[in-house]
Nanobody, 118 residues
Framework: VQLQASGGGLGQAGGSLNLSCAAQGRVDSMGIMAWHRQAPGSQRELVASITSGHIINYGDFVKGRFTISRDKARLTTTLQLNNLKLEDSAVYYC?????????????WGRGTLVTVSS
């Protein structure tokens, strides 16, 4: 199983970007999905998570600007980033808890870079 992220790139302060992540391979069941981010010199932090029951949690810094969603049939999660701020610049990582064969384990995508300019 691999998590393939897309989207990201260069955005302007106050603008929007959309990130998408798709699970590829044998996926028998998928639990929580999430986005984390890591800026240079900073620790990785949770941006947003969504359970299989669509219970959502956001990092405190989101403050209503981002929206996470998921599509069970397509095995995807998306993160809509609105009202971008310079401090949103970071590598964004997709995360999922997946059962492929026996047992659940966590998977991480490679990360997609978001750069916000003024």
């Amino acid at each position: 199983v691999q998590l393939q992220a897309s989207g990201g790139g260069l955005g302007q302060a106050g603008g929007s970007l959309n990130l998408s992540c798709a699970a590829q391979g044998r996926v028998d069941s998928m639990g929580i999905m999430a986005w984390h981010r890591q800026a240079p010199g900073s620790q990785r932090e949770l941006v947003a998570s969504i359970t299989s029951g669509h219970i959502i949690n956001y990092g405190d810094f989101v403050k209503g600007r981002f929206t996470i969603s998921r599509d069970k049939a397509r095995l995807t999660t998306t993160l809509q980033l609105n009202n971008l701020k310079l401090e949103d610049s970071a590598v964004y990582y997709c995360y999922a808890w997946i059962r492929s064969g026996r047992g659940y384990r966590e998977y991480w995508g490679r990360g997609t870079l978001v750069t916000v300019s003024s």
